[in-house]
């Protein structure tokens, strides 16, 4: 293709609801319990601190931070600083694959706080016609979702034909601890072996069982970087019977070894710390 070629259409729809926008706030110090939604969930971070515990991880985050929740996370934690006041958002979108572990909180950037306030001005309005509502609605999460969602590096494709496996995908995130293989994902879609082997290379350029090893490391990074579960623990999540498969695995998908790794920690803990000094 040349650079005076038209890129390609734009083909299948990203978020397919928005369920709920809302501006919550907890007056009081002291700790919750509660679950996130189905689909995502993100919260945009205006006044408090935060630490929290989301399936064996403990994050910390504050004002100015973002927070991005994935398919009914149960979610415990701590209100440091009251009030805490957060903007929220939950939206279904099956072919959009939620920031790694270690980049679930993160800094919102300048505009985020400014887009919560606008999207929910326009959700709670009763005097937009409908279709310019939903527009308006859709085109300022899209927006933001832009601002927050990391960079990847990987190839991922979003269209029609591979909405199958985005789906499948979704039901394969809650089941990393069992036995997985082309028989199961037959099961699962209710698709032939072909059909999901085609759409998982059209959508991330893997074979399905490497496209499972990628998700079962990248969920076990996160717990290595952020959580305190030994790596027995950790490789048991993931399906791994083995500790040494895992750790093998782990080093050859992210060049060091699970222990390594955890001493180092995510960037953002990183990040902060250094402008801190």
């Excluded at 927070?67 to 929220?88: A, D, H």
């Amino acid at each position: 293709m040349s650079s005076l070629d038209p890129p390609p259409p734009l083909c299948g729809a990203i978020v397919t609801e928005v369920t709920l926008v809302d501006r919550l706030e907890r007056q009081e110090r002291g700790a919750f319990q509660s679950d996130s939604l189905p689909g995502h969930l993100i919260h945009v971070c205006v006044s408090g601190e935060v630490e929290q515990r989301s399936g064996g991880v403990t994050q910390r985050f504050e004002a100015g931070d973002a927070v991005w929740y994935y398919e009914n996370e149960p979610v415990q934690g701590s209100v440091l600083t009251p009030p805490w006041i957060f903007y929220t958002v939950n939206f279904q979108a099956p072919s959009l694959l939620p920031p790694p572990l270690p980049q679930r909180v993160c800094s919102a950037g300048p505009n985020a706080a400014d887009r919560m306030v606008e999207l929910l001005d326009v959700w709670r309005s009763t005097e937009l016609p409908e279709t310019q509502r939903h527009l308006r609605v859709h085109a300022i999460l899209y927006a933001l979702i832009a601002d927050l969602l990391p960079t990847q590096s990987q190839h991922h494709r979003i269209d029609d034909s591979t909405q199958a496996w985005w789906q499948l995908e979704v039901q394969l995130r809650g089941q990393l601890d069992q036995p997985i293989d082309l028989n199961r994902l037959e099961q699962l879609s209710g698709r032939s072996q072909r059909h999901i082997t085609r759409a998982c290379r059209l959508a991330t350029g893997l074979s399905p069982m490497k496209r499972v090893k990628q998700i079962r490391l990248s969920y076990a990074r996160g717990l290595t970087q952020l959580s305190d579960l030994s790596m027995t623990e950790i490789s048991m999540r993931i399906g791994y019977t083995r500790v040494q498969e895992f750790s093998r695995d782990y080093h050859a998908a992210f060049g060091c070894t699970p222990s390594q790794d955890r001493l180092a920690g995510p960037d953002y803990r990183q990040s902060k710390r250094s402008s801190q000094r």
